[in-house]
């Protein structure tokens, strides 16, 4: 079933849940909002003091139009933006090993450079992504691909993106 919330009542279960859980000791705590300038990227701003924007693109022009507002939201709200990440650049044929830029290739890269925001990295699509992830399994741990596709953004996220 699905929950349909408005501002207050949103921007109040995001307050709850920031404040009332028990995270413990944590190296990093990951907020996935929609993109845009929004409720929910604004009270996490505002209620998490010293947090951090790491932006996720594909990369056609309609979503670079998006992240390019959500890189000036950011600055107007004193947010670093520790980087892009250009997510489904390419599809991988797992046949052929053959790179095919079904939604284009390189625009987050671009992105980057002309709003001066370092650039993470690029992510395929792969079918092994779907299938790791359906049975429970991080692809980010896999030997092979799964280290080749994301080793060198977590090493950049590690050092510390924008704050490096």
């Not at 599809?91 to 053959?98: A, L, N, S, Y």
Request: glycine letters at 14%.
């Amino acid at each position: 079933m699905a929950v349909i919330w408005r501002g207050p009542l949103k921007i109040g279960a995001i307050k709850q849940f920031i404040a009332d859980v028990q995270w413990g000791e944590l190296d990093y705590l990951f907020i996935d909002s929609p993109p845009g300038t929004g409720d929910e990227p604004l009270t996490v701003a505002q209620v998490m003091k010293g947090s951090q924007g790491i932006i996720v693109t594909t990369p056609q022009e309609v979503s670079l139009l998006d992240i390019r507002k959500s890189i000036t939201f950011c600055r107007q709200v004193n947010m670093p933006v520790v980087g892009i990440l250009e997510n489904m650049s390419g599809f991988v044929c797992p046949h052929c090993g053959e790179k095919i830029d079904l939604f284009s290739s390189g625009g987050g890269e671009r992105t980057a450079g002309e709003m001066g925001v370092p650039f993470l990295g690029k992510i395929p699509i792969r079918p092994e992504i779907v299938t790791s992830t359906d049975q429970g399994q991080p692809y980010v741990l896999q030997d092979g691909r799964g280290k080749e596709d994301f080793g060198g953004i977590i090493e950049k996220l590690i050092q510390g993106g924008a704050n490096k």
